[in-house]
């Protein structure tokens, strides 16, 4: 394609996303759907540029102000996430004049909030909760890429023999530094292409969430929830910690969601999962499963804040209010999947969320309501039952807290109880 053409398709899809009405990532695919001429690395490009903005959006904007022409295109050239040697052949000389000019100012240079790239309502508890040296920290790591990770179905391969075979695919990958399963692979290559992925062996999931799963310590025989399963996989982690065996629920109120998790699901060679599709938290299919589970998992609906270096467009399409009306739902949502356990059993509460209004406080709130009926268990207690390396690393106040500027894995929270 030539290259003025690459840079007004990537003009317009930066105008598309800009838009901020629906989930950056399903405007890109869908983008992708209307130009399906583009090959993988013009896609690469176009998506990286896209996401740059989105991740740089105020720095950006404010350096574009000094270019002329369409606004979409500076950004685009400001972003480009192509070889630059093509990027030139679609530049006239004042363009090429200009983009010298910018990338030759000082970012350091730049007010705060242009180099942080967070708005007010989060960088202000960020940086309460973190401290000005943390929170510098993991804002510079929010503005990058994140790692590809991949998850060992241990019920069908050994993480040894995974890394063996992508070695000899030409993909070099390094275990996770916590994970048991985990695997982390250099660049983005297309993994699912593979035939490790086709088989079921393999799974993309960050070593955040695999460790979610291995909170619950599912094991063989148990009746285990996935109260939150979206397109499953976590249900997928704990099918295989349980060997196929027992019965796992994978709840969920979108149905659409639940069919995503149906050729994974196939992959898996996993036979204990029964997905359902329920109405709300109070489903009469979940009332009649009251006291009966051993392990619930409730990875639940959140500002998805943790994943930004991902879904980079959610710090800008998120606010104060979402998340307020998301601490009410995720209290609710606690509560009822409580109720599932019986004496002894373990619930586990999780987002992928950075603030405590969606963690620490949702569960003192439940430990308040619930009286002595739960008892807290140690997070750093249970990883390390669970053979995750340096587990009290990832423990804070007995609670799982991961973040992407320590732990290298998006941001996660999650606490843990026993039913007495």
């Excluded at 705060?112 to 960020?126: C, I, T, V, Y």
């Excluded at 109405?279 to 994943?307: N, Q």
Aim: a neutral charge.
């Amino acid at each position: 394609m030539h290259p003025n053409a690459l840079l007004d398709l990537s003009a317009e899809l930066i105008r598309a996303v800009l838009r901020l009405d629906s989930p950056a990532d399903g405007v890109v695919s869908a983008f992708f759907r209307q130009h399906r001429n583009l090959g993988p690395r013009e896609r690469h490009t176009l998506a990286e540029t896209a996401y740059t903005v989105l991740r740089q959006r105020l720095a950006l904007q404010h350096l574009a102000q000094s270019g002329s022409g369409a606004l979409e295109r500076r950004l685009a050239i400001l972003a480009w996430q192509g070889s630059e040697t093509y990027l030139r052949g679609a530049l006239g000389p004042h363009e090429q004049e200009w983009l010298a000019q910018m990338q030759a100012v000082d970012r350091d240079s730049l007010p705060e909030k242009l180099r942080h790239n967070l708005p007010d309502w989060l960088s202000g508890p960020l940086r309460e909760q973190l401290g000005d040296e943390a929170f510098w920290q993991l804002a510079t790591v929010l503005n990058e890429q994140a790692p590809l990770d991949l998850r060992v179905n241990i019920a069908k391969a050994r993480r040894e023999d995974v890394l063996a075979a992508l070695k000899e695919a030409g993909i070099e990958a390094q275990p996770t530094r916590y994970s048991p399963w985990g695997l982390r692979i250099e660049g983005k290559p297309a993994v699912n292409q593979l035939d490790l992925f086709k088989r079921g062996d393999i799974e993309v999931q960050d070593e955040g969430s695999q460790l979610l799963a291995l909170l619950t310590g599912a094991s063989r025989g148990e009746m285990v929830v996935d109260f939150c399963a979206g397109a499953g996989g976590k249900t997928l982690a704990l099918g295989a910690m349980m060997r196929n065996t027992g019965r796992l629920y994978a709840f969920d109120t979108s149905g659409h969601r639940l069919d995503a998790l149906k050729p994974r699901l196939a992959r898996s060679g996993l036979s204990n999962v029964y997905p359902v599709q329920i109405a709300h938290e109070r489903d009469d299919r979940i009332k009649r499963l009251a006291g009966k589970i051993d392990r619930v998992l409730i990875d639940a609906p959140c500002s998805g804040l943790g994943t930004l270096r991902r879904n980079p467009d959610l710090k800008w399409r998120q606010s104060p209010r979402s998340v307020e009306e998301l601490g009410t739902k995720q209290a609710a949502i606690l509560a009822s999947a409580a109720r599932l356990l019986r004496a002894g059993g373990r619930l586990v509460y999780a987002t992928c969320s950075l603030l405590q209004a969606e963690n620490e406080a949702v569960a003192a709130a439940f430990d308040s309501a619930s009286g002595r009926e739960f008892e807290r268990v140690t997070a750093a207690a249970v990883l390390a039952a669970a053979r995750v390396a340096d587990a009290e690393d990832l423990d804070s106040a007995g609670q799982l807290r991961l973040w992407p500027h320590r732990h290298g894995t998006d941001g996660f929270f999650a606490t843990v109880w026993q039913r007495r």
